[in-house]
């Protein structure tokens, strides 16, 4: 549907996702996990994805960073299907185009911070490209990002598990978007924040997205933060597998 | 690749605790097996050095193997002599340059007494063309002087000037004191780690002074020549037990070895040392390889310890493998992640053992030299130790991927998101 969609009208842009008619179950005879109809996130886009915990919301992110294929449809990102690539290519695609923030636990422990930014760049040339496209040095780069989401640079050294919560979900941050990746997946990364510190996370990481012109996918069951987003989905609205496994 | 080299080391620093204990296991087990590799090593050079130099060991008819243990390290008896005049013969032969008589049969206390000439002195060789050295003294000159090996003179406390009786026959306490005819230490040679450290080296006429007045292993009823008179006798040897024989040109070897063993007067059988030293070594390959086999399998249970530390860790680090796979690494860079910690560990654990095994040869050498003979004197590592530290960090690097398939999975069933 999508590329018949774009092939109608070339000058429409490409969406960063799209799913197409989605089934998955994670074995032969269990119930589906998710059946979704289409899906499509176009560049731009703030989404915010809400469902309760079972509804599917780890199983969708797996089929979007291509740890997961789909039993029938397609997921595509930026207009490829990601069944097309092999599973390689499709960690590679996954570390060139999406940056992904997690609830908790995002760093790894023996990395400073800054070497926690800069992985992405280790283990993708079109990152470290894009890293480097102003200019600067990685390094530089992730610095500059870390100061903008008010990482001061006496943090930079330091070992991650010496960093608040807060302070460790925007170092994640500043990982998933070194390099200006196309996407960025958030998923859950306010709820072990405060109320307070969530409200603060959120506005930089929009602001930092709007800045490096990412499209942003948001998940989280709390429907209280939605207002800041373009477009709001209900993950249950358009899955119709947890439908009839309620039924 | 060095991206990944790169975060292993980072990794492994992090829980260098727990590897750190496992690091030091295996370097034991490295110092041990290259200890026993350099043991085994200079044990079989010192032994295959105990006679350098000399073109051929001459003796009565027997089997090479031994006579070279007798004549070579004065272990069993010789079941024959050889004539006196077999041995003028041969040194008379044109292509011989020197000969080395060689009378045994008395002992010391258990160390073998040796007949023999100066020529000794001037003409036997040990380890890569070593001569035989004084540490203290001098050279036998008179008829009742002996020259002793350092063993002797450290285990038994002998100086020069000292003086000792020897016992006919050999081993500690058989036969009966030549004790009417003592001798007079002159000499005390030096270290060499060869039979030479356990001999007691007297005149061959000294051989033929003690025996005047016996007969048939007994001294003669009624008969006792006091020592100032053996000198009156003819003390010209009528029989030796082996000669060394060095020719002028080593190329003629197998033909005067030819013509020994086809010698008309007597049954004369000569060997070149070398052949019969490699066989004698043969018969010791079985306990040699079980040796190094005892460590090689002190090697595998500690690198299974490795496995086994590693493996037991590996559930903390899903989140760790996970956020690897989020930033863009395949599950083959998760294993092989495993593998280079494998290969830090062991190297890290090999250089150790190395440095263990060099500080142990330097506080230990001259204990084990002072009691088995064996200097450890090397620091440098041969080529062989080299492979068996290659061989150690590759199996370090082949054991690792157990763990290394384990976290491949544990990478592909969590993606991006382990089930704790």
């Known amino acids: ?247 | 690749m060095a991206n990944l080299l790169s975060i292993a080391i980072r990794s492994a620093w992090h829980r260098r605790m727990t590897l750190g204990l496992t690091l030091v296991a295996i370097a034991l087990s490295v110092a041990l097996l290259l200890g026993i590799e350099r043991i085994r090593h200079d044990a079989r050079e010192s032994f295959a050095q105990s006679v350098s130099g000399t073109d051929l060991v001459v003796g009565a008819r027997t089997s090479p193997v031994q006579l070279v243990l007798y004549t070579v390290f004065r272990i069993g008896d010789a079941t024959n002599n050889i004539r006196w005049d077999s041995v003028k013969k041969l040194a008379a032969h044109p292509m011989v340059a020197w000969t080395v008589p060689l009378s045994l049969g008395d002992s010391h206390r258990g160390y073998a007494v040796l007949g023999t000439t100066t020529a000794y002195f001037a003409h036997f060789r040990y380890g890569e063309g070593r001569s035989l050295a004084m540490a203290q003294g001098r050279r036998f000159d008179g008829l009742f002087e002996a020259v002793i090996g350092a063993e002797v003179a450290a285990k038994l406390g002998y100086r020069v000037g000292d003086r000792i009786v020897l016992n006919h026959g050999a081993g500690e306490m058989t036969g009966t004191a030549h004790e009417d005819k003592p001798f007079v230490v002159t000499g005390i040679l030096q270290r060499t780690g060869t039979p030479v450290d356990r001999t007691i080296h007297v005149t061959l006429e000294a051989i033929e002074a003690i025996h005047l007045d016996w007969a048939g292993g007994a001294p003669i009823p009624g008969m006792a020549i006091p020592q100032e008179f053996v000198r009156k006798f003819d003390l010209t040897p009528k029989s030796v037990t082996g000669v060394l024989v060095g020719l002028h040109n080593r190329a003629a070897v197998f033909r005067v070895q030819r013509q020994v063993n086809e010698f008309k007067d007597e049954p004369l059988l000569a060997v070149m040392p070398g052949v019969a030293l490699s066989q004698l070594w043969g018969m010791l390959d079985m306990l040699e390889r079980a040796l190094l086999l005892v460590s090689g399998m002190v090697v595998v249970v500690s690198l299974a310890g490795l496995v086994a530390v590693v493996l037991a860790g590996l559930n903390e680090r899903r989140r760790e493998l996970a956020l690897l796979r989020s930033v863009g690494a395949h599950p083959g860079q998760v294993l092989l992640l495993l593998v280079f910690e494998g290969l830090l560990v062991t190297a890290g654990a090999s250089v150790l053992g190395i440095g263990l095994l060099a500080a142990a040869s330097v506080l230990l050498g001259p204990l084990t030299e002072a009691h088995f003979g064996i200097g450890l004197r090397t620091l440098a590592m041969s080529a062989d130790e080299w492979k068996l530290v290659g061989a150690v960090i590759a199996a370090g690097m082949a054991a690792s991927i157990v763990p290394g398939l384990r976290a491949y999975r544990l990478s592909l069933a969590d993606g991006l998101s382990p089930r704790q």
Request: aromatic share 6%; with cysteine; proline share 6%.
């Open chain 1, 1 to 247: 549907m999508v590329t018949a969609m774009a092939a109608e009208s070339p000058a429409a842009p490409v969406p960063v996702l799209a799913l197409d008619r989605v089934r998955f179950r994670w074995k032969r005879g269990l119930p589906l996990t998710l059946d979704i109809g289409g899906l499509a996130v176009m560049p731009g886009e703030r989404i915010f994805l809400h469902g309760p915990s079972g509804s599917g919301k780890s199983t969708l992110l797996a089929l979007i960073g291509g740890i997961l294929l789909p039993e029938e449809g397609s997921v595509s990102l930026l207009g490829t299907d990601l069944r097309s690539l092999s599973a390689g290519a499709r960690d590679q695609f996954r570390v060139d185009h999406v940056g992904f923030v997690f609830q908790q636990f995002n760093l790894i422990p023996y990395l400073s911070v800054l070497d926690n930014v800069l992985l992405p760049c280790r283990f993708s040339k079109r990152r470290r490209t894009q890293a480097t496209a102003a200019g600067n040095t990685p390094a530089q780069e992730a610095a500059r990002l870390l100061g903008d989401l008010d990482l001061a640079p006496a943090l930079h050294h330091r070992p991650v598990t010496a960093l608040s919560v807060g302070q460790q979900q925007r170092v994640a941050a500043a990982r998933a978007l070194i390099g200006r990746p196309e996407f960025l997946v958030a998923d859950e990364p306010t709820s072990a924040l405060d109320a307070e510190r969530q409200a603060g996370f959120l506005d930089l990481l929009l602001r930092e997205c709007d800045a490096e012109g990412t499209t942003l996918l948001f998940v989280s069951h709390d429907r209280r933060l939605a207002g800041a987003f373009t477009r709001e989905i209900a993950l249950g609205e358009i899955n119709a597998a947890g439908r009839q496994g309620e039924a």
